[in-house]
């Protein structure tokens, strides 16, 4: 009888062993299958771009190969999937310092003013909800927290790369730039921290404007701006 039973238990220890492979196996094959439909994926992007900036005439603005550069630019996206892209671009330019500044300038204004619509909104939303608030003080906090925000967007855009094309000796330049919009929700939020010194804001409030920005903010997609160059 104890023979039996121990036969029993080993066969049945067996057979769970066996099971746990087959869904590994499962699981393996799931994962491999998934690894390679996301390569042909990214292999697709990737040539969809060389073909797009081949066709219109753009080069990279690089010491580096165009195939080099937009593989760095698609593998730092598919490493960090919350990443945003902005393009800035500029048009009509002679001086490629200028073209660059200039694009560089509209991105930060077209990221400016997204932030700034969402933080307009954060105060409509939470602090309007007050109505002991006058409006005043409402503007003036408002136009306060967004003006700090637009000082310190350098830290937010990280430039990855920038193509050009030139026509009748003016360029048209474009610099994409990855959003770091972690950095911009803690400068947000260190700013709300001080300003509860300095307005009536609470606690409360600050971080209901911090979450609101940021969610809002997650919700977008990629942006692209066009600017007149010199």
């Given amino acids: 009888m104890t023979i039996c039973l121990f036969k029993f238990f080993k066969m049945k220890k067996l057979f769970k062993l066996l099971i746990l492979g087959i ?5 393996c094959a799931c994962a491999t299958q998934a690894s390679l439909a996301l390569s042909k994926a990214l292999d697709k992007e ?3 771009k060389l073909n797009e900036y081949k ?3 753009w080069k990279v603005d690089s010491d580096r190969s165009t195939e080099v550069v937009i593989l760095k630019h698609l ?14 671009t500029s048009t009509n330019c002679k001086s490629t310092n200028v073209c660059k500044q200039v694009a560089l ?27 002991n608030r006058p409006q005043e003080e409402i503007d003036k906090m408002t136009g306060g927290l967004i003006n700090e925000v637009k000082a310190d967007l350098s830290k937010v855009l990280e430039p990855s790369y920038s193509i050009y094309r030139e026509k009748g000796g003016l360029k048209e330049y474009k610099t994409f730039f990855f959003v770091n919009e972690a950095a911009l929700i803690g400068n ?9 010194k300095e307005t009536k804001l609470t606690i409360e409030e600050a971080r209901a404007i911090s979450k609101f920005v940021g969610d809002e903010l997650r919700k977008e997609s990629s942006i692209e701006t066009n600017v007149e160059g010199e």
């Fill in 46 to 48: 990737y040539k969809q």
């Fill in 105 to 131: 300038n509209n991105a930060q204004n077209e990221y400016a003013r997204l932030v700034s619509g969402k933080i307009e909104g954060a105060f409509a939303t939470i602090i309007k909800a007050n109505a």
């Fill in 23 to 27: 869904i590994s196996v499962n699981i």
């Fill in 188 to 196: 947000l939020e260190t700013i709300l921290e001080k300003s509860i």
């Fill in 75 to 88: 593998n730092k996206l598919e490493a960090n999937p919350d990443l945003k892209v902005i393009a800035g």
């Fill in 55 to 57: 066709k219109g005439g």
